[in-house]
């Protein structure tokens, strides 16, 4: 049975994850993005309560940096690496509601990454005449290849075009992988369609850098390939 999963920040105030319990989107474990906070800890208590009094059990708490970008990516980015080892069909839901805006903008970059859906509840008081499955918005993000099921060629190529500000040349590539000029390009072409790697002119000579988003991706892989 697949299993739904939802990451939810914890901000001052429990209902921006409460409204979304038992709305349209299907959720069987929940991972709460908590801080320091005496008000975060406060709402994940009642959080907490609130679900295991509806019969919710696989609840788990994970404590972040509500002022660091990187580590709230890195902690749902593990969440998601050792959910798919357990069960490689998971389905993962990121709310985004509650937080600073820095965590914000790092569920919105981990979602991209790991291919969740990313969603974010009104608050009633603003929109009192849409009903609760009308203020859970849905926000579409774009497809990029799952690291969990990238081929190591694939993200050898990935770390090679990332790994020096000039970029790399195609040339380049088949002599450092040892592999021919078809082989790579298929997989440069789906890089570029998936935003990671883009292709810039120099003279006769074609370019290849990675993007932010590409070089993000990389910095997620050494790390674990380590």
Not at 71 to 91: F, G, V, Y
Request: proline share 5%; glycine share 6%; with cysteine.
């Amino acid at each position: 049975m697949v299993q739904h999963i939802h990451i939810c920040p914890v901000g001052f105030y429990p209902e921006p994850i409460l409204e979304a319990v038992g709305g349209p989107l299907p959720a069987d474990k929940y991972y709460f993005l908590y801080n320091n906070h005496e008000l975060s800890i406060q709402t994940l208590e009642r959080v907490r309560e609130s679900l295991e009094t509806l019969g919710q059990k696989d609840i788990y708490d994970v404590k972040i940096d509500p002022f660091d970008y990187s580590s709230t990516i890195t902690a749902i980015m593990k969440i998601h690496h050792d959910e798919t080892r357990l069960d490689p069909e998971s389905k993962f839901y990121i709310n985004f509601t509650s937080g600073t805006n820095i965590v914000a903008g790092a569920c919105c970059s981990a979602s991209y990454f790991i291919g969740a859906t990313l969603y974010y509840v009104i608050n009633k008081d603003y929109a009192p005449r849409l009903s609760r499955t009308e203020r859970i918005k849905v926000i579409r993000t774009p497809h990029i290849p799952d690291i969990e099921k990238m081929k190591p060629f694939a993200k050898d190529l990935l770390l090679k075009i990332c790994q020096k500000e000039e970029g790399a040349t195609i040339p380049d590539l088949t002599y450092y992988l040892e592999s021919s000029a078809q082989k790579i390009n298929h997989h440069v072409n789906a890089f570029i369609e998936s935003g990671l790697v883009v292709k810039e002119k120099n003279g006769r000579n074609v370019i290849l850098k990675g993007t932010e988003q590409g070089r993000m991706m990389c910095a997620w892989i050494s790390e674990n390939n380590g």
